[in-house]
């Protein structure tokens, strides 16, 4: 979305969409614009996978140009931010999954 479209009309956060999804989806044209937000979402977390893959950028080829100006699109998006923040902190709230090593001695060690 063209920047003064973004700064008019912020994009909404996901609570916001299920407050929405909630309150009104029962109205099948509010489902479905609510469902085509999420699909379009899903869709930004691909490109975030394929930018992250890529790395910062700096080639000059079209790829290269093309990865930079999703790392600038991506940079924009709050609701992006907020989701990936989220996701993080509940990655760094589980117990670390031990080692296939300390698996195997773990295995090891009950079999004596």
Do not use: C
């Not at 956060?13 to 929405?20: F, H, P, V, W, Y």
């Not at 930018?51 to 991506?74: C, K, M, N, S, Y």
């Not at 709050?78 to 509940?90: C, N, S, V, Y």
Request: glycine share 6%; proline share 7%.
């Amino acid at each position: 979305m063209p920047y003064p479209l973004r700064i008019e009309y912020p994009a909404l956060s996901t609570e916001q969409l299920k407050a929405i999804g909630d309150r009104y989806g029962h109205d099948p044209v509010v489902r479905r614009l609510v469902m085509e937000v999420q699909a379009l979402r899903n869709l930004v977390y691909r490109v975030h996978q394929v930018a992250q893959a890529a790395g910062p950028g700096g080639r000059t080829d079209g790829f290269g140009i093309a990865v930079a100006a999703l790392h600038r699109e991506l940079a924009a998006e709050t609701w992006f931010h907020e989701d990936i923040a989220r996701d993080e902190a509940l990655r760094a709230s589980r117990p670390a999954e031990p080692s296939p090593h300390d698996r195997r001695a773990r295995r090891n060690a009950r079999k004596w």
